[in-house]
Structure formats: C-alpha cells, structure tokens
C-alpha cells in the first residue's frame, strides 16, 4: 500500500495527534460549547464527532444525518479545527465531501463488511481525503487489511488505522479487549501506516482511559482518538466513556511519552547485553520445546500400539492445574501460564493425533 506519512497530511503535526470530540452529535449547541473547550486544549488539532450511530437495536438515538454536518462546518469554521466523521456507505461520503468534512472514518461494524466498504472506496476514487480505518468488531486481522487495501486501491494514500480494541465474549474490565498484539502485528506488516488507539471504545469507562492512552504510547502509536463531551453524563449515547475537555487535557498532560533510541551509550549497551540474554534463554525454550515434541512422538506411537485415543481430558486438566500453580510459585500470571499451555497441548494433541492414525506428522 502507498501510505503518505501522517505528518505530510497533518501539518505541524506533534505527537500525539489528538482527535476529540462527542461520540454523537447532539445539537449545535452542544457541538458548539464542546468544541470551543476542546479547542482549549494545544494538543487537540481534530474534532470528531458521530453523525450516523449504528445501533444494534431499533429505536435507540441513530444520530442526527445531516443537519449535523452543518454543525461540524461552523464548529471549523469557528475553531479552526479540522473535523472528522464516520461514514458507512456512498451517501454518507456524499454528503459528508459536500459539507467539506475533512477526515472520514470507517466504523468497527462496517469494516467486517467487504461489500460496504468497497462501496465506500468506489465512491471516493478520484477523492483524495485522508481515510482512517477501525478495526473489525471480531478478531480478524485480515478483515482489518482488506479494508485499508481496498481503499488504498482508490487511490486513498491518506491512511490511518483505528485500534478500538475487540468483541470476544470474554468478561474483563474492558468494553472491548485490547489484545494490543493484533495491531502491533499491521503495524510490523505495514510500518508506515499510523496507528491511532481509540481507547473510549476499549474502555467503555472514563476512569480507564488515561491508563489505555499512556499504554497506547508506550507502544508507540501515533495518536489517540478520545470521545469528549462537555456534559457526558447527560450524553445521548456512550455517556460513561466520555470525558470532558478539562479531563481530557489532564490525561493529555499525565501522558509520559518515550522514545525508542537513546543518545546514552551505556545505556545502550546494558539493553544490548540484556538482549542477549533475553535470546539465550529464547534458545533454551525452543530446545526445551524441540525435547517436549520427540517424548510427545513417543507417546504417540505408545498410544497407536496400545489403542488409546490421542485426546484425554483428564490428563490435560490435571497437566493444566499442575502447570499453573508452578507457574504462580514462579512469579507467572496464571492466564499467561494457560495460554501457553492451552497452545502446547493443541499441538501435542494434533501430533498424536497424526500418529495414531498414520497421517504424516508434520514438522
């Protein structure tokens, strides 16, 4: 993909790009006083806001259509803040280049869709607005690919994707995991591209959101896209994950931002040093791993003479509860200790299962 750096887009660009604003637009008033507050803060240089919500039941608040864009128009013309909104199909775009809206986004629910989001890219081919792309709902990186190759393939080289975290199922205290592997991993197939974290939608909570901002720096995104509200409480939709502009300045300021090299010399070699160290005992689990696989074979093969199905429970039970609580003595999260475990026994269990039934084992 040809993607423009971020700072040939935004211009006088700091890091990070700060963009805020209310999740819906309300009315003028409301898009009015919050964004002469955001406007207060030096590190905000885009105000978003919601025209169309998706919702995922009838009669709840949709968003206000077009009348909104009229607000967004004063709140540029009055602030000097770009704007930004979502758009889930042709007429959205429309309307929203006609109103001279600066930045659209892709939302979470529309990019699971290939169909609506190639329906997008058909109607802004010629149009070379910046387009930034959340991630899908569900866990699906190549989803999340194929909606910034597709507008890409319009001729968009304006891009940006959106972590706003992931649906699972799972209770945490997160409205949407994290799993900050899964952007980390577009971000090593496509340096280039800038990564913004949308931690509203991952929070679902304001007390949260200063801790996921200060995570998203730590791994070096480049900007936060934060839902500010000048009277959240009263919001007409996600009124628990907005803050207000005061709050956002004070989680703006509170952010310790680092950086990736160093001019210190003796600090760069300590890390050299425990580097090396990191890979020698990296060395030593995967030998250790290559051992577990060859009495894993062996298994097999005694299982293959003896009848016994590859998959027992109990012994993974059993094998997990042990693991686990010599994990624990060792200073070892137990969810970590189980996920390691959880993907040891999948393939132990696809090993012996090849064996018991002659397939080729696979290396």
């Given at each position: 993909?040809?993607?423009?750096?971020?700072?040939?887009?935004?211009?006088?660009?700091?890091?990070?790009?700060?963009?805020?604003?209310?999740?819906?637009?309300?009315?003028?008033?409301?898009?009015?006083?919050?964004?002469?507050?955001?406007?207060?803060?030096?590190?905000?240089?885009?105000?978003?806001?919601?025209?169309?919500?998706?919702?995922?039941?009838?009669?709840?608040?949709?968003?206000?259509?077009?009348?909104?864009?009229?607000?967004?128009?004063?709140?540029?013309?009055?602030?000097g803040l770009l704007t930004s909104?979502?758009?889930?199909?042709?007429?959205?775009?429309?309307?929203?280049?006609?109103?001279?809206?600066?930045?659209?986004?892709?939302?979470?629910?529309?990019?699971?869709?290939?169909?609506?989001?190639?329906?997008?890219?058909?109607?802004?081919?010629?149009?070379?607005?910046?387009?930034?792309?959340?991630?899908?709902?569900?866990?699906?990186?190549?989803?999340?690919?194929?909606?910034?190759?597709?507008?890409?393939?319009?001729?968009?080289?304006?891009?940006?994707?959106?972590?706003?975290?992931?649906?699972?199922?799972?209770?945490?205290?997160?409205?949407?995991?994290?799993?900050?592997?899964?952007?980390?991993?577009?971000?090593?197939?496509?340096?280039?591209?800038?990564?913004?974290?949308?931690?509203?939608?991952?929070?679902?909570?304001?007390?949260?959101?200063?801790?996921?901002?200060?995570?998203?720096?730590?791994?070096?995104?480049?900007?936060?896209?934060?839902?500010?509200?000048?009277?959240?409480?009263?919001?007409?939709?996600?009124?628990?994950?907005?803050?207000?502009?005061?709050?956002?300045?004070?989680?703006?300021?509170?952010?310790?931002?680092?950086?990736?090299?160093?001019?210190?010399?003796?600090?760069?070699?300590?890390?050299?040093?425990?580097?090396?160290?990191?890979?020698?005992?990296?060395?030593?689990?995967?030998?250790?791993?290559?051992?577990?696989?060859?009495?894993?074979?062996?298994?097999?093969?005694?299982?293959?003479?003896?009848?016994?199905?590859?998959?027992?429970?109990?012994?993974?039970?059993?094998?997990?509860?042990?693991?686990?609580?010599?994990?624990?003595?060792?200073?070892?999260?137990?969810?970590?200790?189980?996920?390691?475990?959880?993907?040891?026994?999948?393939?132990s269990v696809r090993i012996q299962?090849?064996?018991?039934?002659?397939?080729?084992?696979?290396?």
């Amino acid at each position: 993909m040809d993607i423009l750096p971020l700072n040939k887009w935004i211009p006088n660009l700091k890091k990070p790009l700060v963009i805020a604003g209310p999740c819906s637009a309300e009315s003028k008033e409301q898009m009015l006083a919050t964004a002469n507050e955001i406007k207060a803060v030096d590190d905000v240089r885009i105000f978003r806001a919601g025209i169309w919500k998706p919702r995922t039941r009838p009669n709840c608040f949709e968003g206000v259509g077009e009348e909104g864009l009229k607000w967004l128009s004063e709140v540029k013309e009055k602030t000097g803040l770009l704007t930004s909104t979502e758009v889930a199909n042709s007429q959205h775009v429309e309307l929203a280049l006609k109103h001279n809206v600066d930045i659209l986004w892709i939302g979470a629910r529309t990019t699971v869709s290939p169909f609506a989001v190639q329906e997008i890219a058909d109607s802004l081919k010629g149009v070379n607005i910046p387009v930034m792309v959340k991630n899908p709902v569900n866990q699906d990186l190549a989803l999340w690919i194929g909606a910034l190759e597709r507008m890409s393939g319009a001729g968009i080289n304006k891009l940006a994707a959106i972590h706003r975290g992931f649906s699972t199922g799972d209770t945490s205290k997160y409205r949407n995991l994290p799993l900050w592997q899964i952007p980390m991993e577009l971000k090593r197939l496509f340096p280039t591209l800038p990564m913004i974290c949308d931690p509203s939608h991952i929070a679902g909570r304001r007390d949260l959101i200063a801790y996921i901002c200060q995570k998203a720096m730590d791994a070096d995104m480049e900007g936060l896209m934060i839902e500010t509200h000048v009277n959240p409480d009263v919001a007409l939709s996600d009124a628990k994950q907005q803050v207000t502009p005061g709050l956002l300045d004070e989680i703006l300021k509170g952010l310790s931002l680092r950086t990736e090299f160093t001019a210190d010399r003796n600090f760069e070699q300590e890390l050299d040093h425990l580097r090396s160290e990191v890979d020698r005992v990296d060395r030593e689990i995967l030998d250790a791993l290559a051992s577990r696989t060859e009495i894993i074979k062996r298994i097999g093969e005694a299982k293959k003479a003896n009848n016994i199905m590859p998959l027992q429970l109990h012994r993974m039970d059993e094998l997990m509860n042990k693991r686990v609580d010599l994990g624990s003595e060792l200073g070892l999260g137990k969810k970590f200790i189980k996920d390691i475990y959880n993907s040891i026994h999948s393939e132990s269990v696809r090993i012996q299962s090849d064996i018991v039934n002659d397939f080729k084992v696979k290396k």
